[in-house]
């Protein structure tokens, strides 16, 4: 049997939500679109897939879709140099200042469709007869290894496989005996805590559990489904994760690019 190839898996992206908790940056764009040093974080997210073999994106859009369509058709243009030609309406890109070989598909999925339905809809149209496919968020970054987390799927030979994480908590933990303190940890790892890390990779019959309904929600019926089938692995990763959910959290992603040492550029 010939091996499975990570550029033969197509990768929906979730960029279709309102944003709200980041409503500064979303009242102009979506929240994929916010940028992260000079580029959008979902240009990070799709550099980290990109770097370990994944080349096919199918974006799942719906909120402000207009921006992330008009930054990719104008792609090229915004990354090389290039003559237009007023008189004749035309543009001549001299060269391709950019390093991304990626097939970008942009799939329009619902203004207000929830996550389950948006990756069954845009799945309908452009799956095609990929036998197994990955999804994520527009909002999270990390420094895991995708391609291993991908073997890891096909070994364990179940319909899904979620990217297992455990940050340490933002708030600290006091062990008490009584009234005393016996133990104070300001952010402590639960190293035995593991939450979504929102990197998954599913066979194409993991489809059925997901519906076209607009309020069908990924981390609900199906994948609570797919949990009790016994068909879902999680693949532990205990290095750097990260989600832009607050104004907080972007300053401190745009805090680690600037300083150079990023954990999850490539």
């Not at 001299?94 to 845009?122: F, N, P």
């Not at 309908?124 to 990390?142: I, S």
Request: charged share 25%; proline share 5%.
């Amino acid at each position: 049997m010939v091996p499975a190839n990570p550029t033969d898996v197509p990768v929906f992206v979730l960029c279709g939500g309102l944003g709200t908790r980041l409503r500064e940056e979303t009242e102009v764009r979506p929240k994929p679109m916010v940028p992260v040093g000079h580029r959008p974080i979902l240009w990070h997210i799709m550099r980290t897939y990109s770097h370990h073999g994944f080349h096919r994106f199918i974006l799942c859009l719906g909120y402000k879709s207009e921006v992330i369509k008009s930054y990719f058709l104008n792609y090229a243009s915004m990354n090389s140099d290039f003559t237009v030609g007023l008189k004749e309406n035309n543009l001549t890109v001299h060269s391709i200042d950019h390093e991304e070989h990626w097939e970008v598909t942009l799939a329009y999925t619902g203004e207000l469709t929830m996550t389950g339905a948006r990756v069954q809809r845009a799945a309908a149209k452009y799956l095609g007869d990929a036998r197994r496919f990955a999804v994520t968020y527009g909002d999270g970054v990390t420094d895991a290894d995708l391609a291993a987390e991908f073997r890891f799927h096909l070994d364990q030979g179940r319909m899904g496989t979620v990217l297992g994480v455990n940050p340490p908590s933002r708030f600290g933990e006091l062990k008490v005996d009584g009234a005393q303190v016996q133990e104070f940890s300001e952010k402590p790892d639960f190293v035995d805590n593991w939450i979504n890390g929102g990197y998954f990779f599913f066979e194409r019959e993991f489809l059925p559990y997901l519906s076209p309904d607009e309020g069908c929600v990924l981390e609900r019926d199906p994948l609570i489904k797919l949990a009790r089938d016994g068909q879902l692995s999680m693949f532990k990763h205990r290095g750097f994760w990260a989600c832009m959910d607050t104004q907080r959290d972007l300053e401190q992603l745009n805090k680690l690019w600037a300083s150079g040492d990023a954990p999850w550029a490539v």
